[in-house]
């Protein structure tokens, strides 16, 4: 089976920085599109921003300048670095991948979600 597991978030202040990160694990043949979205309290899961395969990058306007994702094929991770963080950002943070497994099916696949409270 195929995972994802997303790890560094927590509580900080209107501010601060908080880096997150996300690793795949399993029977994994190739990694395509990899992904955060987040989903505020009483609101739609969005997209965050996205990083391809060859590394091409797109980023919500929301958090543009603010968040940077990057990804490393070797370790198959996925970080988010979130900095000048705002109350608006708070929310379960997931990480996603397009994933083909080692049987040549192609899905998407989705962290459990981590927890990021900014505070005023």
């Known amino acids: 089976q195929v995972r994802l597991v997303e790890s560094g978030g927590g509580t900080v202040q209107a501010g601060g920085s908080l880096r997150l990160s996300c690793v795949a694990s399993g029977s994994i043949s190739e990694i395509y599109d990899m992904s955060w979205h987040r989903q505020a309290p009483g609101k739609q899961r969005d997209l965050v921003a996205y990083?391809?395969?060859?590394?091409?990058?797109f980023s919500a306007d929301s958090v543009l300048g603010r968040f940077t994702i990057s990804r490393d094929n070797a370790r198959k991770t996925v970080a988010l670095e979130m900095n000048s963080l705002k109350p608006e950002d708070t929310g379960v943070y997931y990480c996603?991948?397009?994933?083909?497994?080692?049987?040549?099916?192609?899905?998407?696949?989705w962290g459990q979600g981590t927890q990021v409270t900014v505070s005023s």
């Open positions: 990083i391809t395969a060859g590394g091409r990058t």
């Open positions: 996603s991948a397009d994933v083909q497994t080692a049987d040549r099916v192609h899905s998407p696949y």
